[in-house]
């Protein structure tokens, strides 16, 4: 199984950026697909995009599409979500997630989750 370490996260005025970072251990980080959710308070955990093990393929959903970039660093064998333009319906839990495969398929197939970090986006 992997371990996963998100950080990063913190306290944003609307307009905003802030980069979070997720830290895997375990499993070769290169074999895997990587992912990115939230959850606000009071809501479903939801899926903000996913990205190939070797980067060259992104995936996200319509509420982050040109504000939000996910990159990743096998050689650090970390993920990053890049998040711009931050509205305060951005505020949530930020959960990164390995895939049990090593392109994006669907949610279906996950393997593990970190333990999440707070971003609170202030209007």
């Known amino acids: 199984q992997v371990q996963l370490v998100e950080s990063g996260g913190g306290l944003v005025q609307a307009g905003g950026s802030l980069r979070l970072s997720c830290a895997a251990s375990?499993?070769?980080?290169?074999?895997?697909?990587m992912g990115w959710f939230r959850q606000a308070p009071g809501k479903e955990r939801e899926f903000v995009g996913a990205?190939?093990?070797?980067?060259?393929?992104?995936y996200y959903a319509d509420s982050v599409k040109g504000r939000f970039t996910i990159s990743r660093d096998n050689a650090k064998n970390t993920v990053y979500l890049q998040m711009n333009s931050l509205k305060p319906e951005d505020t949530a839990v930020y959960y990164c997630?390995?895939?049990?495969?090593?392109?994006?398929?669907?949610?279906?197939?996950?393997?593990?989750w970190g333990q999440g970090t707070q971003v609170t986006v202030s209007s």
């Open positions: 997630a390995a895939y049990q495969t090593p392109h994006y398929i669907s949610n279906d197939f996950i393997d593990s």
């Open positions: 375990g499993r070769t980080f290169s074999s895997y697909a």
């Open positions: 990205i190939n093990i070797s980067g060259g393929r992104t």
